[in-house]
């Protein structure tokens, strides 16, 4: 069984950065496609940013040029670099993996999910 934990949330002000780390353990996730996906209060779990086992990578329009996603296959991990964070940016973020090749943005799409965690940006 496939479990993905996050790491790496807070508080930061608007401008500011924050690393999301996502470890994976129960099998090597080499061939999965990870993602990113948020959760702000009343919304819908939206898309992020994912990348495939070949390093391909996709981005929702709102935060192209902000944030990059990277995988380390050594460690089991993928990360989320978030910078110039904006307040609309609170949520919770969540991990995902699914075993294909195609990084999808539905949320039915992924087979696996980590708990959350919380990133909050103050104006």
């Known amino acids: 069984q496939v479990q993905l934990v996050e790491s790496g949330g807070g508080l930061v002000q608007a401008g500011g950065s924050l690393r999301l780390s996502c470890a994976a353990s129960g099998r090597t996730m080499r061939s999965y496609t990870m993602a990113w996906f948020r959760q702000a209060p009343g919304k819908e779990r939206e898309f992020v940013a994912g990348?495939?086992?070949?390093?391909?990578?996709k981005y929702a329009d709102s935060v192209k040029g902000r944030f990059t996603v990277s995988r380390d296959n050594a460690r089991n991990a993928v990360s989320l670099q978030m910078s110039s964070l904006k307040p609309e940016d609170t949520a919770v973020y969540y991990c995902?993996?699914?075993?294909?090749?195609?990084?999808?943005?539905?949320?039915?799409?992924?087979?696996?999910w980590g708990q959350g965690t919380q990133v909050t940006v103050s104006s």
């Open positions: 995902a993996a699914r075993n294909e090749g195609i990084i999808l943005v539905s949320t039915a799409s992924y087979d696996y």
């Open positions: 990348v495939n086992r070949i390093g391909g990578t």
